[in-house]
């Protein structure tokens, strides 16, 4: 199958420039190492850490930058729950204790590194047990980009977390629903105002009167390739089946995976894995994202599908596991712009994680430049180029 109208991607440069395209080996050796994040001048001469994968890096997110520098200015000090943690930039602040909370595996691993003690949560969690007593402050910085049920998601566990006479510093992109998010806030909290803006970067202060948490919004529900798929907010493609993870699917439709041992690799809702998992394989399924893995978990289990789930960035928690096949739709967004670290490693933990004769599976944007690294594999074929998306597959060298 061919076709499809070509699709123009932006690709992010670095900081510094440059051609950013280093070789699978060398970035293997790299992906994984924790760095200084490069500062905006307003907040230099603090040291935060960041990785790849973590919004922001290499530098640190601007909405988080906006954050820390007005509640600098706000002489915010003593304990400071922080929502979305990411690197750790607020520890930075002086006089603040930092109780750090992320999803994302890359910006944990970050934050251990930084002696941060993080907690893996989501919206919707209760933090009681870790902290009986609530921060008097709290900071999100709401993630529009993953769509209006996660942004309600991150305002309604703000509010369920902040104590009556409380703040919450809120901040956000003014051109993902930053508006919509704090008036929504506002209703919830009884006040609140916007008061730092930075290009398109916007903070709000909100203080809690008292009254009731909003109502956390559903997950989605759907069916797609024989799987009942749930939908957590903010999951990629929660509400229906991405058009790449369907082209892949389609041209999977004669594989034979009975008996296999199979990794879906980013597994987003876990629709691939629990499609695996249906025709006989045994799947693990693995996501960087906590909320990710939470649907995966409940996609499965409303399928009564045997599988496990895993929480990691890449491969790194999956031990000495190896597979017969790797099926993935690969990210190729972190925050707001495209980079392609994350892709190109999930090629690298290809090449650890394959067995002899074992293949991976990979669908893509057509512009994406993924054969060079796949070669690094083995050759490469291309199996379907349709709508735009190609599916490439390889197989590891017995
Ligand atoms: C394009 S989505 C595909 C989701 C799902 N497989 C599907 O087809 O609908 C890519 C997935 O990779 C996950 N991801 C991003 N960075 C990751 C990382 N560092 N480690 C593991 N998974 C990651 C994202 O959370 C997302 O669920």
């Known amino acids: 199958m061919t076709g499809g109208k070509r699709q123009k991607i932006r690709f992010q440069r670095p900081a510094s420039g440059g051609d950013r395209t280093p070789s699978p080996q060398a970035e293997a050796g790299t992906y994984f190492d924790v760095r200084p994040a490069l500062l905006p001048g307003r907040l230099e001469g603090l040291h935060v850490l960041t990785k790849p994968g973590v919004r922001g890096c290499p530098e640190v997110d601007a909405a988080q930058a906006l954050l820390a520098t007005t509640m600098r200015k706000d002489r915010v000090r003593g304990d400071v729950l922080d929502l979305t943690a990411m690197g750790g930039l607020l520890a930075a602040l002086p006089g603040v204790t930092l109780r750090a909370v992320e999803g994302s595996a890359p910006a944990l691993s970050v934050l251990r590194a930084a002696g941060l003690d993080p907690l893996a949560a989501v919206p919707g969690d209760d933090l009681k047990e870790r902290w009986p007593e609530r921060a008097k402050t709290v900071a999100l910085v709401l993630a529009g980009d993953r769509g209006n049920a996660c942004a309600l998601a991150q305002v309604a566990w703000a509010h369920a977390c902040t104590p009556p006479g409380g703040t919450l510093y809120l901040a956000g992109d003014r051109d993902k629903g930053y508006d919509r998010y704090v008036r929504a806030a506002g209703k919830a909290f009884g006040t609140g105002e916007t008061i730092a803006r930075d290009e398109g970067m ?164 057509e512009p994406l430049p993924y054969e060079t690294p796949l070669r690094a594999v083995g050759e490469v074929r291309e199996l379907v180029r349709e709508g735009g998306f190609k599916v490439l597959t390889t197989t590891r060298a017995g």
Do not use: M
């Open 202 to 365: 916007r903070v709000a202060r909100l203080v809690r009167r008292p009254g009731p948490t909003p109502a956390y919004p559903e997950p989605e529900r759907w069916e797609g390739f024989g799987v009942r798929v749930v939908g957590l907010p903010g999951v990629f493609s929660a509400g229906r089946p991405d058009k790449a993870t369907a082209i892949l699917l389609g041209a999977l439709e004669g594989l034979d995976l009975a008996g296999k041992r199979v990794l879906d690799l980013g597994c987003g809702t876990g629709l691939i894995g629990a499609w695996a998992a249906s025709r006989g394989a045994e799947v693990t399924l693995v996501d960087g994202d906590l909320q990710s893995v939470r649907s995966a978990a409940a996609t499965l289990s409303e399928n009564g599908l045997p599988g496990e789930v895993v929480h990691s960035d890449v491969d790194a928690e999956l031990g000495e596991r190896t597979f017969d096949a790797i099926l993935t739709n690969p990210p190729f967004h972190v925050g707001r712009g495209v980079v392609l670290d994350v892709a190109r490693e999930f090629i690298a933990a290809a090449r650890r994680r394959l067995r002899p004769g074992g293949t991976l599976y990979l669908v893509a944007n």
